[in-house]
């Protein structure tokens, strides 16, 4: 979908819902993101006890969340 608004800039906050999609492997999906033009934003944060969490840019610049459900991340 295209952006309606100006971009913003890299000090903008985000005020809005950050769509976050269930993968099984989140490394194998952030190394398929960026082959296929996207960036990663945040790298591979751990939520203790939840799993992991990356947010990143699609090609046009939409910003989405992965995540993969691990009881023992840490």
Known sequence: MKRQIEEPGADTPISTYICTIDVPDIDKYLDRIQ????????????????????????????????MQPDMNAR
Do not use: Q, R
């Open 35 to 66: 082959k296929h033009g996207g960036k990663v934003t945040m790298e591979k944060s751990s939520i203790p006890g939840i799993g992991w969490l990356a947010y990143c840019l699609d090609t046009e610049k939409n910003i989405f969340g992965i």
